[in-house]
């Protein structure tokens, strides 16, 4: 599995990305789909996940902000970002699990339940 993401950037505070993320690999391989972001120096944080139903999770911080949507179809994942913070400034990276991993709940934002990364994309938010 691949996972390759696209979309980020420089914006100011209060504007709009959104992160895409292309998956290759048979769909039936792949379990959660989540966006994940991370400061130099800080721990990995899970910022909005889906099950392989599609049922969203989000931290506390991106409810009401962020929208993730996931096109099994199309083998994609997107994070739409709206209203953005200095502190979202974070290298965003796109994670899947296996097919078998439970990924209900809160383990869509939990980085040990994740077996592929992407390289990241930088998001960089000015005040």
Known sequence: VLLVESGGGSVQGGGSLTLSCEVSGSSRMIGCLSWFRQVDGKEREGVAGTDSESRARYTDSAKGRFTISRDNAKNSLILQMNDLKPE??????????????????????????????GQGTQVTVSS
């Open 88 to 117: 979202d400034s974070a290298m965003y990276y796109c994670a899947a699990s296996r097919g078998d991993r439970y990924c209900g709940g809160s383990f869509a934002l939990r980085s040990r339940t994740f077996d592929y990364w």
